[in-house]
């Protein structure tokens, strides 16, 4: 048997691959976005806010060899899902990547958390919208796949899925986020679940699980402590940066991963082995 090609330009190539990323207008998805955009992939991202999305575009194809495109939309509700889906299907006939991206959180305090903003919400876009947008796309993943070439699905979940605490400096004093850590520890059940289900049909499905980034969803956080408090409290002794989302979401995209699914890879520098010193904890 000979060896085949191990080269990185093979082992980690994803040119060509057609790749969708919701919530791809900010943050960690446009870090992600632009991962694939960079390296040869034809990238489409959706959110709720065309402004925002036509930025991103903008600053996106700067440095993309195939353009970048966006699709309004909201995940909100199964019916945004379905006309996201819709929407995408009039432009491709085939889908190699799914990045389920699309994430909110909500701070509240524990005697008063509200119900349909607090739970409703952050459930429906956090864990229905992944259920919902890979099933309904799932044959465009599956068409043509092999188990050499299999349809890719990536969920960003969270290191909140795997630590309990709620009260911090991410949800202001006096409030928690009693929904969050709860939507995304259903996230990597869900990817484990949705992994067993479309194995057979050559997709893969694998969680990210993101530390401290840089985004809208954690500002609030990074202008009351600082960036140089955030960052001193991580063994690295930073916060997350494009490259590490980025990179990690190429793997998993690529010939390299292709015997990977159903894996959740924590993301976080380590910190979760560190007392950061910043998380607080209070009486009812």
Known sequence: MSTPDLTISSLFNVKGKIVLVTGGGSGIGRMIAAGFA???AKVYIAARKEGQLK??????????PVKVQYI?????????????????RKRESKLHVLVNNSGITWGGPFLDFPEEKGWDNIFNVNVKSIFYMTSGLSDLLAKDSTALDPGRVINISSTASVDPGSEGALSGEGNGTWSYQGSKAAVNMLTSQLAMKLGPNHITINAILPGLFPSKMTAWGFRTVGDENFAAAQPTGRFGMPQDVAGLSLFLASP?????????????????YKTAGIIATTKL
């Open 38 to 40: 960079q390296n040869g």
């Open 55 to 64: 930025e991103a575009v903008d600053d996106l194809n700067k440095k993309a």
């Open 72 to 88: 309004t939309a909201n995940v909100g509700s199964r019916a945004g899902c379905d006309a996201l889906i819709s929407e995408f």
């Open 256 to 272: 390299a991963s292709a015997h990977v699914t159903g894996t959740h890879t924590l993301l976080d520098g380590g910190a979760r």
